[in-house]
């Protein structure tokens, strides 16, 4: 399953067939950015591998890898490339106090423990860390999470707003 995805992905990305004939190394860590993140798959990684991709989607990141592919027309191409679980969410969560705030305090919520399928990316669109603070509500277990940023404010996310004219 894992090569699968991560064929898949290549595929995607580079466009030249099939086969897959290069290096694949295996990280336990890696800095983007100065800041340090690892992988869940390793007894050393619990600490630091959580983190927000694609416009602040919480993940778990369970491999990481670099990708060397060498082709005559190209020369060598590389990738490195996140396995992850995403966090999971709908719109069936109950209304929380910092709601309204959520996005200024860089805060969302999600399903404990549940994580979706795994997807692949690549490592540089890793946008931060997050804080995970586990609580219960009515009996439903939750995660928060809230971003760390280290060196000054959270840079604005883009958002799609629709407004109806008031007549």
């Known amino acids: 399953m894992l090569y699968g995805l991560v064929l898949q992905f290549l595929q995607d990305e580079w466009d030249h067939g099939t086969c ?3 290096h694949v190394k295996s990280y336990s860590h890696v800095f983007v950015e ?4 690892r992988v869940a798959t ?3 990684g619990k600490s630091a591998h959580y983190a927000y991709f694609n416009g602040r989607v919480a993940v778990e ?3 990481i890898f670099k990708i060397d592919i060498e082709y005559e027309d190209q020369g060598e191409i590389s990738k490195t490339v996140a396995v992850v679980h995403p966090f999971v969410t709908d719109d069936n969560m ?19 423990d549940a994580l979706g399928d795994m997807e692949v990316v690549e490592i540089e669109l890793v946008l931060g860390q ?3 603070i586990p ?13 760390h940023n280290h060196d000054g ?3 604005d996310m883009d958002v799609n707003l629709e407004l109806d004219d008031v007549e």
Do not use: K, N
């Open 135 to 147: 609580i219960t509500v009515s009996g439903v277990e939750y995660w928060v999470t809230v971003a």
């Open 34 to 37: 100065a800041l340090h993140y």
């Open 130 to 132: 997050l804080i995970l």
């Open 20 to 22: 897959f004939m290069g």
């Open 153 to 155: 404010t959270e840079v």
């Open 42 to 44: 390793q007894t050393r």
């Open 61 to 63: 990141i369970q491999w």
């Open 94 to 112: 109950p209304a929380f106090p910092w709601d309204l705030q959520a996005i200024d305090l860089g805060m969302q919520v999600w399903y404990r």
